[in-house]
């Protein structure tokens, strides 16, 4: 009854003023950005057959005020992409995510669903200059429809670190032609140990145990387009397209974000987004029924 009594007054007190509409929004603009990040390339892959094999592959065209860069990444939930972090770090305009897809350049293609996404979250400890933490998840902006063709991937768990297992790697991105390929290419890898990885270069001495490598041996892995894109052991994602040496021709290891050093941040990033949706869903159902009540206690007071 108290907190009634203090409502109305407050109505009445408000009655004496215009009402404002609070509706609006500013827009917020990205600064421009100079050059994306370089692609990375299928390096001795082939194209994927049947079209769709792999129905969690994302392409991401992100966009900048001057530039499109091309990106891969993988769908974990009907409404979460994971890629890396360098794909997304330099404030794109939006992303188009394209689901479905097998040859980019087929626009027609049944099977495929696009998505335009201004809501990314990258890993507050990225870092481009030790190349550490190199993850970033999308949300779009509605589910994506599952069906044979659009499917998701299961994370890795625990702590086996895959060495010694042979991998895939999937991707649109440039390859030994020195341009990207229109359907979609595999390749199969091996998974090193880190120390191993470590021991092939003094510039691999940045290798923590949140990376993964591929050997390079027989000139097959991910190169300076595939960043952010999967390396997949069965049916689990294990990995992030993340760096590579400069001249993939030399066979050097392909280095991947380690998807089980980030299933906490993961988990968290997309449990908190969707409970801070659900609170803002929640206070605007609370705001609309104090307005009502307002409108209410107004006319009371007008009478």
Not at 83 to 89: G, K
Not at 238 to 263: D, H, K, M, Q, W
Not at 286 to 302: D, G, K, M, V, Y
Request: aromatic share 8%.
């Amino acid at each position: 009854m108290i907190i009634f009594q203090i409502i109305l007054i407050l109505g009445c007190i408000l009655s004496e003023f215009h009402l404002q509409d609070s509706s609006s929004s500013s827009i917020f603009t990205f600064p421009k950005d100079n050059k994306p990040k370089s692609r990375f390339r299928i390096i001795g892959g082939n194209v994927v057959t049947p079209p769709n094999l792999y129905p969690f592959q994302v392409a991401l065209n992100v966009r900048y005020s001057s530039s499109i860069a091309l990106c891969g990444g993988s769908l974990i939930s009907e409404q979460w992409v994971l890629t890396a972090a360098h794909c997304v770090d330099k404030f794109p305009l939006y992303i188009d995510v394209i689901i479905g897809a097998h040859n980019l350049t087929d626009t027609m293609e049944p099977a495929r669903q696009t998505y335009r996404s201004t809501l990314h979250f990258i890993h507050s400890d990225w870092s481009d200059v030790a190349l550490q933490n190199d993850i970033a998840l999308i949300k779009l902006p509605e589910n994506a429809t599952l069906n044979e063709n659009v499917g998701l991937i299961g994370l890795a768990t625990g702590f086996g670190t895959f060495a010694g297992r042979s991998g895939t790697i999937l991707g649109w991105g440039l390859t030994e032609t020195g341009v990207t390929s229109n359907p979609l290419l595999q390749v199969t890898v091996d998974i090193m140990s880190n120390a191993v990885c470590r021991a092939t270069d003094p510039a691999y001495y940045i290798i923590q145990n949140s990376h993964l490598c591929t050997s390079g041996v027989g000139i097959r892995g991910s190169c300076n387009g595939d960043s952010g894109g999967p390396l997949v052991v069965g049916n689990t994602l294990v990995g992030i397209v993340s760096f590579g040496p400069e001249n993939c021709a030399l066979g050097y290891p392909s280095v991947f974000t380690r998807v089980t050093s980030y299933s906490d941040w993961i988990l968290q990033t997309m449990t908190t987004e969707a409970s801070a949706t659900m609170r803002t869903g929640a206070s605007a159902k609370f705001t609309s029924n104090i307005f009502a009540l307002s409108i209410l206690i107004l006319l009371i007071c007008f009478k």
